[in-house]
């Protein structure tokens, strides 16, 4: 077996790799669930390695990437439930249906245009599933539960905002995340645990639809905070290993200088 640009042979070879007398173990005993935590995995290094600008290792995570789906069909198609030549005609028919400006003879006014078009389509198709499945339509129906529950929230909001069901403004957001904040406050106090589980969650709720009037991605946002948080605390155990201190004997006062320390040099101070 021997490496190649054609998909045929990835195909070839996992199907290798899952032959039952010849293949490998580990990859015979996977089945869809075992694997599909390292389809999401996979997607974020794609994601990771376009944020640092690295291209030879956005080929590579693209492999590991394209591997699942072909990983995906070939478990189908041994169960007799569809092949990779069923993914494929799935994606090309939805590509074509979604831009009949572009494969039809329908026109689109532009960028806005086609977003128009493109909602209007995608309703049809969460009917036409309805409908399959003898029950209404919603507008939230294809939005993933196992999306990171951030990047959900301001989804299912922009969803609902589609219809006319939002905030006005900026500022009536802000003013719901203050008041979600006295609501966790309050819980806080009263020690109430699914109380605080259940206010907390209308807080970050409240937070994710604050993001999306603001125009920003809360999740990316939330990403740069931890990358953020990391550096500077990195940071403050280096410092406490100069001083020649155990971290966890430091105290907070000196833990918080150091932290401060960087917060400064970050700002230019």
């Not at 045929?8 to 007398?21: D, F, N, V």
């Not at 069909?73 to 074509?96: C, P, W």
């Not at 109430?192 to 206010?199: L, N, V």
């Amino acid at each position: 077996m021997q490496p190649s640009r054609d998909l045929s042979r990835l195909l070839e070879i996992m199907a290798a790799l899952r032959a039952p007398k010849t293949g490998c173990p580990w990859d015979i005993e996977q089945d869809f669930a075992s694997i599909r935590h390292y389809t999401i995995e996979e997607a974020y290094e794609v994601a990771d390695a376009i944020e640092r600008e690295d291209y030879d290792d956005l080929r590579e995570e693209l492999g590991d990437l394209l591997l699942q789906p072909v990983f995906h069909a070939q478990m189908a198609a041994e169960r007799g439930y569809f092949d990779m030549g069923d993914v494929i005609e799935s994606i090309t028919q939805k590509l074509i249906r979604r831009h009949p400006h572009v494969f039809g003879e329908e026109a689109a006014n532009g960028a806005k245009g086609v977003k128009i078009q493109w909602d209007a389509i995608k309703a049809e198709e969460r009917a036409s599933k309805a409908a399959k499945r003898n029950r209404e339509a919603s507008l939230l129906d294809d939005v993933a539960h196992t999306l990171p529950s951030l990047a959900r929230a301001e989804k299912l909001a922009k969803r609902a905002a589609s219809v006319g069901f939002d905030w006005p403004d900026t500022a009536s957001v802000i003013a719901k995340a203050r008041e979600e904040l006295d609501e966790v406050a309050e819980a806080a106090q009263s020690g109430d645990r699914d109380a605080i589980r259940e206010e907390l969650g209308d807080l970050l709720f409240a937070v994710a639809n604050l993001a999306r009037h603001l125009g920003i991605e809360g999740e990316a946002a939330l990403r740069d905070a931890n990358l953020k948080f990391t550096r500077r605390f990195s940071h403050v155990e280096a410092r406490a290993r100069e001083d020649g201190i155990p971290i966890e004997e430091a105290g907070l006062e000196r833990l918080d200088g150091y932290w401060n320390e960087i917060r400064r040099a970050d700002k230019g101070e």
